[in-house]
């Protein structure tokens, strides 16, 4: 495995992630989806920590912060998830239209 | 070699578990295929010598962050759970994404990468980093998480009277 291969398979788990965020209509999987994409990012940084980075730690050190920043944030999404369905009865993103003019 | 097969065998699984994730017509299922991805991940992480991390991946997003999207699954569920259907928008979404894609593949090749050795980094020095060069922000992250907690739960407690739950909606409720 070289560099090469880390940041191809990166690439192809973000545009994965990136189709299901546009193309899916339940917010929960939205969200799965970008969880996908956070997962790619972490890959592309560990790759580059592990074979470019001289100090060798940089990568994980933000890959830790992206993984604290993704926990805060699927805890809070799915807090509102859960008061958009207590509230509207749907969490189909197409019918979620409050804050459209 | 060994490491390229193990390599190739992970990022199948991680191909397969997304595209499973996105495609799977019923949520349950999108949610164990997102539990393989993020247990595959956590062995490339491994295979690039970052142990932390992969202890890390199966603890926050193997663990916890699977759980508690399969709670707002079942908190949440619809007639359609077992047969949820995408946007109308999906075939713009495949030629944005493909568009994207393309792009990506073809920035990573013109920039041609090309690394050392393979070279990890043990607990000692991950630790070492994050509690001297990086403590402040480690703080701000332990403070950003507090706060998520706290309006994650006052957002999901719910309010005192059956039809008011603190959040207006404006009237437009249908």
Known sequence: MTLLHTELLSAVLFVIGLYGVLA?????????????????????????????????????????????????????????????????????????????? | MGSLIAYSFLAALIVGGALGVVTSRNVAHAAL????????????????????????????????????????????????????????????????????????????????PSGAALRGASFQEVGTQLFTKWAVPFEVASLVLLVALVGAFLLARGGGNPGDDGIRDGGNRS
């Open chain 1, 24 to 101: 899916r209509r339940n917010a929960v999987l939205v969200l799965m989806s970008v969880e996908l994409m956070l997962n790619a990012v972490n890959i592309n940084l560990i790759g580059y920590a592990a074979f470019t980075d001289p100090g060798r730690v940089l990568g994980q050190v933000l890959a830790i912060f992206v993984i604290t920043v993704a926990a805060a944030e699927v805890g809070l999404a799915l807090a509102i998830i859960l008061r958009l369905y207590r509230n509207r009865g749907t969490v189909n993103l197409n019918e979620i239209n409050l804050m459209k003019w």
């Open chain 2, 33 to 112: 295929f997102l539990l393989t991805t993020l247990a595959a991940v956590a062995g490339i992480f491994i295979l690039s010598l970052a142990e932390f991390l992969a202890l890390v991946q199966v603890l926050i997003y193997g663990g916890a962050i699977t759980i508690v999207l399969l709670f707002a699954l079942m908190l949440t569920r619809l007639e359609e759970f077992s047969n949820v259907r995408d946007n109308t928008q999906w075939p713009m979404a495949i030629i944005a994404s493909v568009a994207l894609l393309v792009v990506l593949v073809g920035a990573i090749f013109a920039s041609r």
